[in-house]
Every structure is written in C-alpha cells, then in structure tokens.
C-alpha cells in the first residue's frame, strides 16, 4: 500500500511512513544525488508529519547554506567596498543583515525584531567579530567553570540533582527568589521558559531543536 502526503513529502508504505523528497536541481551538483528517501520509523501518520515538518526546516537551512557558498556576495552588496576584516568572512552584524533580506521577505514584526535583539545581545556580550572566529569556545568555558565548581559530582548542579531524585520544585523557588530583585513582580521562570520557546518559534528554529534547549520531551521520530 502507498499513500503519499506531497505538501509534507510523507510516503506511507508497506506499514511505515517515509520521507521522500526531490533535491532542487540547483543543488544536485553539490549534493550529488538527485532524490532522498528514507524511513521515518514510524507508523503514526502524526508523528511522521511533526518529523517531516522538522526534516523540511533543517533541509531548506542546509540547502540556503549551499547556495551562498556560490552566491556573489558583493554582488548583492553585503560586503561594503573598502571595508577590511581580519579575513574574508561577514561580521555578526553583517550576517543578520543578510540572514533577514534571504529569510525575513514577507516575515512579520516579531520575526526581524526577535533577530535583531539576539545579535544585539551576542555582539554586545563579544563584540561585532567575524562569524568564523566564533566556536563552540564560549560553551567549552561555561562547562570548564561548572566542572571546577563540581569537580567531585557527575551532576552540574548537584545542590538540586543526584543519581536518586530530581528536585525540580527547589529548583525553580531558588532561582525565582533570585530573579525577583531583576525583573518585574509575578514573573517566574516558567514565564521565561515559554518566552524562550516562543523567540525561537519565531525564528523558525526546528521543533526537535527548541525542544532540546528548553528540555521538553520530544514527540517524534526515535522518541
């Protein structure tokens, strides 16, 4: 039995659904192959929808990266003539600029303030640099301090965690007792964790992904 979902590119066959979906011809070249089909594993026709959705996201990312490698950048004016990096790559800034005029056409409000505020706050914490330099080296760091803080524990913060109980509750009592002398009175931090989901919603970040930054339990393909 077939039964193919076009819009969602879901082939349901022979008891499980798949993923089916043509490489544009653009791109055959560099990918060097003309067609992708594989088994979402999965027999739910919803939650072979929800991974389809998330394939479909990282896809069209992966494609757009693919098409600036061989896109002329000057042409399009992202470089300004005269301008010197310490090499050939955008600014932070610069990439911004050029990831809303490629992905920001037809997008409302929220969509291009929300990617302006988050490189706002990355190149206000390390400065308009180019985007080569930037590594997982700042994530090295934060993980460097929380083993010397830690040293002795497998757990990050072991104060709220251990091999046998997970106390969530204390959890959240301190770090709320701990915002209020930031922010305004009745926000918690479950405000701040569907805010968070919401930003990256609205950046179209894939589900699986927001998931796993905000840990919430992912409903799909291997879950």
Request: proline content about 3%; hydrophobic content about 35%.
């Amino acid at each position: 039995m077939r039964n193919k979902n076009e819009a969602n590119h879901v082939l349901y066959r022979d008891g499980v659904y798949n993923y089916v979906r043509r490489v544009p011809y653009d791109l055959t070249f560099p990918c060097d192959v003309k067609r992708l089909c594989f088994s979402l594993k999965t027999k739910s026709a919803s939650a072979a929808v929800r991974a389809s959705k998330s394939i479909n996201q990282r896809l069209k990312d992966y494609w757009l990266g693919l098409r600036l490698q061989n896109m002329d950048i000057p042409a399009i004016q992202v470089v300004k003539s005269g301008s010197t990096h310490e090499n050939d790559t955008l600014l932070m800034s610069e990439a911004c600029e050029l990831y809303l005029r490629l992905k920001g056409v037809g997008k409302d409000k929220v969509f291009i303030r929300t990617a302006n505020r988050n490189t706002h706050y990355v190149t206000k914490l390390l400065g308009d640099r180019p985007i080569s330099s930037c590594s997982s080296n700042e994530a090295l760091w934060a993980s460097k301090r929380l083993l010397e803080a830690n040293n002795d524990s497998i757990f990050a913060f072991p104060r709220y965690c251990s091999e046998t109980v997970c106390k969530a509750n204390s959890a959240s009592g301190g770090l709320n007792k701990w915002s209020h002398q930031y922010v305004r009175n009745n926000c918690v931090i479950h405000s701040f964790r569907h805010s968070l989901r919401d930003r990256l919603r609205a950046v179209e970040c894939p589900l699986d992904i927001i998931d796993a930054i905000g840990g919430w339990k992912t409903a799909g393909v291997g879950h």
